[in-house]
């Protein structure tokens, strides 16, 4: 009887060994590593942001940089003339120095926060686009996994960033090579 369940068992290891034989082999998983960052400024989306956001805010940069100008102008002509001027004169234009600087420094900090909101805006809007042409390139490449931040060492074998900003690059600047237009009401910064 023995016998009998030591050969049924040799059989049923011996076809269990065929079965697995048969069966294929597990691929190694296919893994990627791309470098959002150099996505993000080297691909001609981001280029197009970044001149549309110039080309939107260097206007009022310009404005704020002759009412500095402005100011300092003011501030030598006082210091130069400030002896020979009447009280009254000298008073009145360190006044309008005071008020200019106040003017100037808020004009300056509604800027920061309008090209700030802004400028999280668009990256917001670009960091989709490329997630988005990431996802695309890695199915299209049958890859199983792909890393971005964190990563604190791969091998070039594994980097898609070259792919990735071709695809970018093939599709030119998209909707973002457009001028932005301003925003009409200052939008809340994305964290």
Not at 36 to 57: I, N, V
Not at 74 to 91: N, V
Not at 163 to 182: T, W, Y
Request: proline fraction near 5%; aromatic fraction near 4%.
């Amino acid at each position: 009887m023995k016998r009998l369940i030591s050969s049924k068992m040799m059989i049923w290891a011996i076809a269990a060994g065929a079965t697995l034989v048969a069966l294929p082999a597990f691929a190694e998983p296919k893994i990627g590593v791309v470098d959002a960052t150099r996505l993000l400024e080297e691909s001609p989306q981001g280029k197009a942001m970044g001149e549309a956001m110039r080309a939107e805010f260097a206007p009022r940069q310009r404005t704020l940089q002759a009412q500095e100008q402005a100011l300092k102008s003011k501030q030598e002509k006082l210091q130069k003339d400030g002896a020979t001027m009447s009280e009254d004169q000298r008073q009145r234009t360190e006044k309008e120095l005071r008020d200019g600087g106040r003017d100037l420094q808020r004009a300056t900090g509604e800027f920061q926060d309008d090209v700030s909101a802004r400028r999280n805006e668009e990256l917001s809007r670009l960091q989709r686009t490329i997630i988005e042409e990431v996802r695309t390139y890695a199915k299209a490449q049958n890859y199983d996994l792909v890393i971005s931040d964190g990563v604190i060492y791969s091998t070039s074998q594994f980097d898609i960033t070259p792919g990735v900003l071709a695809a970018l690059q093939a599709k030119g600047g998209g909707a973002s090579a457009k001028p932005v237009p301003p925003a009409t009401t200052p939008a809340t910064p994305k964290k």
